[in-house]
């Protein structure tokens, strides 16, 4: 737990220091179709790119991956929820809700806290109880939408993630942008 609250505080004192220009403009990162369709627009690390993994009428998988195979791996699975249909952000929430959201975890032995992105959202980040953390878990809500993004270690590394690589996927988070695609009239 003090790990947490430790990593936890180092992240709001580096968002302090994060001067809030934009350094990159915004690519598209894809496309979603999940009850509408969404253009999703990120800042994407240097040296890392997005992919589409899956995607059907339920939900959307990519993979945030770098050509340096020892950095770290981002995954993101955006799905629409009818149970959070009337949730337009995580905020909105209640302890309940979020205990309940929490249980979800229940596989491993996990710490939860909480962060957010530049903008205010809210996100739970659940991390594996040990000495060696080699993967943090993300999750937030957004009109509707299930948000669920995973960092890991890289694949030729056998080090445990750092606040940096931490950051580096809050900032992608608090960054991405779903974009509705208005449909042409007929």
Request: charged residues 25%; aromatic residues 12%; glycine residues 4%.
């Amino acid at each position: 737990m003090k790990k947490l609250i430790s990593l936890t505080l180092c992240l709001i004192m580096a968002f302090s220091l994060v001067s809030f220009a934009e350094t990159a403009a915004k690519e598209e990162v894809g496309s979603l179709e999940v009850n509408g369709a969404f253009t999703l627009k990120a800042r994407v690390p240097e040296g890392y790119t997005v992919s589409l993994f899956y995607s059907d009428s339920l939900m959307s998988i990519w993979s945030i991956m770098s050509e340096d195979e020892t950095k770290p791996i981002m995954s993101m699975v955006i799905a629409y929820d009818e149970a959070y249909a009337d949730v337009e952000r995580f905020n909105d929430l209640d302890d309940e809700a979020l205990a309940e959201i929490e249980a979800t975890y229940s596989e491993y032995e996990m710490e939860f806290g909480y962060t957010e992105t530049k903008l205010g959202t809210k996100l739970l980040m659940a991390t594996e109880v040990g000495d060696y953390q080699d993967y943090v878990s993300f999750f937030s809500i957004y009109m509707g939408y299930c948000i669920e993004f995973t960092l890991m270690s890289g694949v030729d590394t056998e080090a445990a993630l750092t606040a940096e690589d931490i950051e580096l996927a809050i900032d992608f988070l608090s960054d991405l942008d779903f974009e509705p695609i208005e449909e042409a009239a007929e």
